[in-house]
């Protein structure tokens, strides 16, 4: 899923949640919008989200429209909705202990469920190995070609050259408009990760392990 500036992220998916983003970037008690209904929004670009951000969104809803809690509250309906790429245990049993202990809906709704992903752009990768003419001395230049197909069609690639999956996806390159990049590559493994994003804002990601040794072997994937 995209990688936007965390305004513009949030701005979208509230908008294809069917709601209205905050027009202000700040102030508004921390929320992102309001749906159709006026409930507020809370979005989260990240995944594995935890219980302190269901405490922190149950008050900024309550101070956002009191009556409106309360009215929701009293309705067994939701108060509000948090918006994340994926949820913890410590949220998920947070919202059913509110809900049941305290009367308070919260509901958390995974972006996969707002945009299906079916509409995910697809991305392929092509390694290839220069002459090790074109390289400093003791490394091996590899290029590496992502070619992404989408609907919607492509934005940019890009790349995180040092990839470490525990770390998630951190590009060192960013808004490649081509999709091609060389890299210097010392003997030995190394892991790398280019993504598309497409115009809808939506990603994919694919991880490239690599071995060299003289030659540059690609290795399966995990």
């Known amino acids: 899923m995209p990688r936007l500036a965390p305004y513009a992220f949030e701005g979208w998916l509230v908008t294809q949640?069917?709601?209205t983003p905050n027009a202000k970037r700040r102030g508004d008690f921390g929320l992102d919008g309001t749906s159709r209904e006026g409930l507020p929004l809370q979005v989260k670009q990240?995944?594995?989200i935890g219980r302190n951000v269901v405490d922190n969104f149950r008050a900024a809803a309550e101070r956002h429209d009191a009556a409106l809690f309360a009215r929701q509250r009293a309705s067994g309906a939701p108060v509000g909705y948090i918006l994340a790429f994926s949820f913890g245990k410590g949220a998920v049993e947070e919202c059913a202990r509110l809900r049941t202990k305290e009367g308070i809906g919260i509901e958390l709704v995974a972006v996969k469920d707002i945009v299906p992903l079916a509409h995910k752009p697809r991305l392929a990768v092509?390694?290839?190995?220069?002459?090790?003419?074109?390289?400093p001395a003791g490394k091996r230049a590899v290029q590496l070609t992502?070619?992404?197909?989408?609907?919607?069609?492509?934005e940019f690639y890009a790349?995180?050259?040092h990839h470490d999956p525990a770390q998630g996806f951190r590009p060192s390159i960013l808004?490649?408009?081509a999709g091609v990049q060389t890299f210097q590559l010392r003997p030995g493994a190394h892991v790398l990760a280019v993504q598309v994003v497409d115009n809808d804002g939506l990603s994919a990601t694919e991880v490239v392990r690599l071995h060299v040794n003289g030659d540059v072997k690609v290795q399966p994937k995990l």
């Open 126 to 135: 092509a390694v290839a190995a220069l002459a090790p003419a074109g390289a």
């Open 175 to 177: 808004l490649d408009k």
């Open 146 to 154: 992502a070619t992404g197909e989408s609907p919607a069609g492509i």
């Open 17 to 19: 949640f069917g709601g």
């Open 159 to 161: 790349w995180d050259a």
């Open 46 to 48: 990240s995944e594995g």
